[in-house]
């Protein structure tokens, strides 16, 4: 059981992580409860981000990384752009998606209480939040 849910615990944290990531793209400043793009005005490279990278032909990667360590918010439409045209929003929710699944799988033979059913619900609840 131990196990269990330590399995559980590590995944919602890198589900309800990367569902932020994505909400920092997407989600406006008041749903939020802080502003867009933010986390790359702080030079942080988010799964989103990571994925538009990879992705990418060289000079936009080269691009890319000079506006993360430049920390250059301004520069946000770039970056959206080309998180979209690689796909990086969709990838990350998928992968969110992965973790609260996993999260949910590693509590399969645990007794049924409404403690499990809320652990279940936690889950879920770290991507399907919008703020």
């Given at each position: 059981?131990?196990?269990?849910?330590?399995?559980?615990?590590m995944?919602?944290?890198?589900?309800?992580?990367?569902?932020?990531?994505?909400?920092?793209?997407?989600?406006?400043?008041?749903?939020?409860?802080?502003?867009?793009?933010?986390?790359?005005?702080?030079?942080?490279?988010?799964?989103?981000?990571?994925?538009?990278?990879?992705?990418?032909?060289?000079?936009?990667?080269?691009?890319?990384?000079?506006?993360?360590e430049?920390?250059?918010?301004?520069?946000?439409?770039?970056?959206?752009?080309?998180?979209?045209?690689?796909?990086?929003?969709?990838?990350?929710?998928?992968?969110?998606?992965?973790y609260?699944?996993?999260?949910?799988?590693?509590?399969?033979?645990?007794?049924?209480?409404?403690?499990?059913?809320?652990?279940?619900?936690?889950?879920?609840?770290?991507?399907?939040?919008?703020?």
């Open positions: 059981m131990q196990q269990a849910l330590y399995d559980y615990g995944n919602p944290g890198y589900a309800f992580q990367i569902a932020d990531d994505v909400l920092d793209y997407t989600a406006n400043a008041a749903d939020l409860g802080k502003n867009p793009g933010d986390d790359l005005a702080e030079g942080k490279a988010t799964l989103p981000l990571i994925h538009a990278i990879a992705g990418s032909d060289e000079t936009t990667r080269r691009r890319l990384r000079a506006i993360v430049e920390g250059d918010s301004t520069a946000m439409p770039e970056v959206l752009a080309a998180i979209q045209a690689t796909g990086g929003l969709e990838y990350s929710h998928r992968r969110a998606l992965d609260a699944q996993a999260a949910e799988a590693a509590l399969a033979g645990l007794p049924e209480t409404a403690a499990l059913a809320a652990l279940r619900g936690l889950a879920r609840y770290a991507v399907e939040r919008t703020h």
